[in-house]
């Protein structure tokens, strides 16, 4: 029996599971997939919980009600990977060998990492939102918050869903303004980029949507440390912000049994060939998502897209063929503006966001880099999707590879 | 695309003032780039730019955090030796490619 191992049930790890145990016999490969958590979070719906959206109930789901029959699930914490025997050590002595292996285990919080952050205004006028408890905490703060200065930031770069700390800011608005207390918030984005977004046209297009809703943008701000005791943060050349209310998207890294097991660069992403997505170092490693050093976006569109062409390769490399399938660094983001409506980006290893329309060219229905009623409801479908088509590896109607097609140079 | 003079060699340039062949870079033309981003270079400044230099052209994406855990320099060090915005202005200087963080 041949054996394939795949750490993380994520987004990644679970369509992987669903897409191979579908073609690979069961009486020839196992399967077996390895996780701490036993709950399967709708990471994009953290978000909405903060403005009472979604409450703390409509993100979680179990695991393993989304890992298919004739797959073993094992809920436990990885000690470490050694590469050169084929064999996982988990925590409880439990020691798994595989033929491959699939790397998932994604990219998480590092509060830690910046001194002052986690002290004693950590959840209490300190919050991140990329946690179940974080958005939930921060909710029942904001219910009762009355105004002030709420200061955003962004930690480290890269971070996971690069577009949400725009969203946060978009929504916060436009909550405040429901709630009629715009007039006593200050909102001030301070980031490490240079503007709103990383590339010049979709920068220039969320930064004026900022500007519009009257957030003031900090740019180039590198977080050095938080002054808890005197309610501000502090840059690397020394600026200082004030803040009563900070939101916060901390230093974001890798999962620490990748530097358990040395795999990993400092930030414990694993170098990874960015068009076959297998390991530079070991050729039965496959890395998929944001565990990986490929320069995209960590984000769960890349890695529904990325999976498509991990299968193929996985699948090629079983079969001792040679890894033809070529990923594109193809994603796809939803972008909540607040007040009902949204903006879209495609893009591209080599290509910038765009604007235009997608899927379908010509036509849509979605807008790329424009703010419409329809891309928000996009994205207010897309959790049905998510549970019901493609955690399950199902095929949706959207091309793996970027395409030009609807798009405006 | 543009041609730009420094230190009596003619370089191609991007846009914002990258050059865009790490190869036609020398000692003489860093000093002349620094100068247009005000910073007078000095013996710190310059290891500072061949690590990256070195890093670079090995294939390594190097992020503020990475050069501050290097051993080279602090990440405040860093701040200090090129102000505002230090991986920027020591790519441009070090005469690589203006860092592209990804989305």
């Known amino acids: 029996m041949k054996k394939i191992v795949i750490l993380g049930a994520g987004t990644g790890g679970t369509i992987m599971a669903n897409k191979l145990r579908k073609v690979l016999e069961r009486d020839e490969w196992s399967i077996t997939v390895v996780d701490k958590e036993p709950n399967h979070y709708y990471q994009p719906g953290f978000l909405f919980i903060p403005f009472g959206i979604y409450n703390k109930h409509d993100v979680v789901k179990p695991k393993a009600s989304f890992i298919p029959a004739g797959v073993k699930f094992i809920i436990n914490e990885i000690d470490r990977v050694e590469p050169d025997k084929n064999t996982v050590y988990l925590t409880n002595g439990q020691i798994l060998e595989y033929d491959f292996l699939i790397v998932a285990t994604g990219t998480h919080i590092k509060p830690a990492e910046t001194p002052g952050l986690v002290g004693r205004e950590w959840r209490k006028s300190i919050f991140d939102f990329y946690t179940h408890e974080g958005a939930v905490a921060l909710q029942t703060f904001l219910k009762t918050w009355e105004g002030g200065d709420m200061v955003i930031n962004i930690a480290e770069l890269p971070f996971k869903c690069p577009v949400a700390p725009l969203e946060f800011a978009f929504l916060a608005d436009e909550f405040f303004v429901k709630k009629g207390i715009r007039d006593k918030v200050n909102i001030y984005y301070t980031t490490p980029l240079s503007g709103a977004f990383t590339k010049p046209k979709s920068s220039k297009m969320l930064g004026e949507l900022l500007q519009e809703k009257n957030i003031h943008i900090i740019p180039d701000f590198y977080l050095e440390r938080v002054d808890d005791e005197n309610k501000k943060i502090i840059s690397y050349d020394g600026r200082e912000v004030k803040f009563d209310l900070l939101t916060i998207i901390p230093v974001n890294m890798g999962a620490d049994w990748v530097a358990r097991s040395g795999m990993g660069d400092d930030m414990n992403y694993i170098a990874t060939d960015k068009y076959t997505l297998r390991s530079e170092k070991w050729e039965n490693i496959f890395v998929l998502g944001d565990a990986s050093n490929i320069p995209t976006s960590k984000a769960g569109s890349v890695v529904h897209f990325a999976s498509d062409v991990l299968f193929d390769n996985l699948i090629a490399a079983i079969e001792g063929r040679p890894l033809i399938a070529k990923f594109d660094g193809h994603s796809n983001c939803y972008i909540e503006t607040g007040f009902g409506k949204g903006s879209l980006i495609d893009f591209n290893y080599e290509t910038e966001p765009l604007p235009g329309t997608y899927p379908l060219p010509g036509i849509g229905p979605f807008g790329l880099l424009k703010n419409t009623r329809i891309n928000h409801y996009g994205k207010v479908m897309f959790r049905w999707i998510y549970w019901h088509l493609l955690l399950k590896g199902k095929e949706l109607p959207l091309e793996s590879q970027m395409t030009m097609a609807g798009k405006e140079l | ?103």
């Open chain 2, 1 to 103: 695309m543009a041609e730009k003079v420094y230190a009596g060699k003619t370089v191609s340039v991007t846009d914002d003032g990258y050059l865009t062949d790490p190869n036609q870079w020398t000692k003489e033309i860093a000093i002349e780039i620094a100068k247009e981003e005000g910073i007078e270079l000095t013996d710190k400044h310059f290891a500072v730019i061949e690590y990256i230099r070195e890093k670079t052209l090995k294939g390594e994406a190097l992020t503020i955090r990475t050069i501050g855990k290097s051993g080279m320099v602090d990440t405040k060090g860093f701040y200090e030796l090129f102000p505002g915005a230090p991986l920027k202005k020591a790519s441009r200087i070090a005469g690589i490619a203006k860092p592209s963080s990804c989305v």
